[in-house]
């Protein structure tokens, strides 16, 4: 079992990431690992330590679906993928899949983004 989080009473966080491709879905879901850009490591590393969860919801850019949803379990680092398909990515960090399912982003029509001017999500 995974020791108690110094974060447990704080918020839980929810990221949209986008993929520029199919494959690196695949590697994470096999690997357990995701890579992101600089300027997205910022933001993730200071909800991982500020939150209790910080869940990853992933879609492909342009798919029209989401690929699924993981829990972030680690920091980001700054060891680097090799066969990260990415140009732009940065350090790795672990994520555990909780649902590998492709969903249409018709299903989330009526979710939106409060902070983000009401934009629906997907």
Not at 35 to 41: G, L, M, P, V, W
Request: glycine residues 8%; aromatic residues 12%.
């Amino acid at each position: 079992s995974k020791s108690p989080s110094p974060r447990q009473n704080v918020k839980i966080r929810y990221f949209i990431m986008k993929s520029s491709n199919l494959q690196n879905i695949g590697i994470s879901q096999q690997e357990g690992i995701w890579s992101t850009t600089s300027s997205n490591e910022q933001k993730l590393n200071a909800a991982f330590w500020e939150s209790s969860i910080v869940y990853l919801i992933f879609s492909v850019q342009g798919s029209g679906c989401f690929q699924g949803f993981a829990r972030m379990d680690s920091a980001i680092g700054c060891e680097r993928s090799q066969g990260w398909g990415s140009a732009g990515s940065r350090g790795v960090f672990k994520v555990e899949w909780i649902r590998k399912e492709s969903i249409p982003f018709q299903f989330a029509h009526n979710l939106v983004n409060p902070w983000n001017d009401s934009k629906k999500i997907q």
